[in-house]
């Protein structure tokens, strides 16, 4: 659903979704911060393919947040590729969690990735911007 | 002929969007046709995750924002 951005503040969060464990995490994690209200879960695909309404969303937003699975960068890639910058970045392999083609994906891993986005989003803080819809 | 179209459901701010859109395309001195996408679905055909949004020629240029007079201006062209 397109949201009316009119009270600024919009984080969005770019997972790579990638085929292994650690990609899947990135993707479950994303679908968390957007359900819990945190960041917008954002098509990296949509980025890498250059639709245009998803890269001018994505850099019409306060925030950015992209949420690799391993050190190859994919999503960041995909950001790059668009012309995004100054987006933070959470690598999952980067905390502790091992890259493997399985899919088998612990809660305890999702929960640790969600937690170090929150922080990050939090530390890097967004501007908000004043209301106009109410 | 530049085809403006503001994707948006109708708030203040898609109504400034509108109003710069329409301010740079004569400042430009260029013909224009300007739509105003109301709709939800069609919006969402664009890609648009953040409204409102201004497509030039089909393509959006921005999202989630109003620019200013002068950043339509640079789309335009
Ligand atoms: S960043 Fe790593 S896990 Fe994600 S898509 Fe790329 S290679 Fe796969």
Redesign the pocket.
């Known amino acids: 659903m397109a949201k009316c951005s009119c009270a600024g503040g919009v984080k969005v969060v770019l ?6 464990n ?2 899947q995490i ?1 993707n479950e994690a994303a679908k968390r911060l957007d359900i819990e209200g945190t960041a917008k879960f954002f098509c990296t695909a949509g980025l890498g393919g250059h639709v245009s309404g998803m890269v001018a969303s994505v850099k019409g937003a306060d925030k950015v947040l992209v949420l ?10 995909c950001a790059e590729e668009a012309g995004i910058s100054g987006f933070e970045r959470v ?3 980067e905390l502790g969690i091992e ?1 493997k083609h399985e899919f088998n994906i612990a809660e305890a891993d999702i929960q640790k990735v969600v937690a170090q986005c929150r922080a990050t989003l939090s530390a890097s803080g967004a501007k908000k911007g004043a209301g106009c819809c109410g | 002929m530049k085809k403006l179209q503001v994707l948006g459901t109708g708030c203040p701010k898609c109504k400034k969007l509108a109003e710069n859109a329409e301010a740079a395309a004569k400042a430009l001195g260029i013909e224009y046709t300007l739509e105003k996408v109301t709709n939800i679905s069609d919006i969402m055909k664009f890609g648009v995750m953040t409204t409102p949004a201004l497509a030039v020629d089909g393509v959006v240029t921005s999202a989630g924002k109003v620019p200013s007079v002068d950043e339509i201006k640079s789309m335009m062209s």
């Open positions: 997972p790579c979704s990638g085929s292994a650690v990609g990135a690799d699975g391993c050190p190859v960068g994919c999503a960041r890639k690598v999952v392999s890259k």
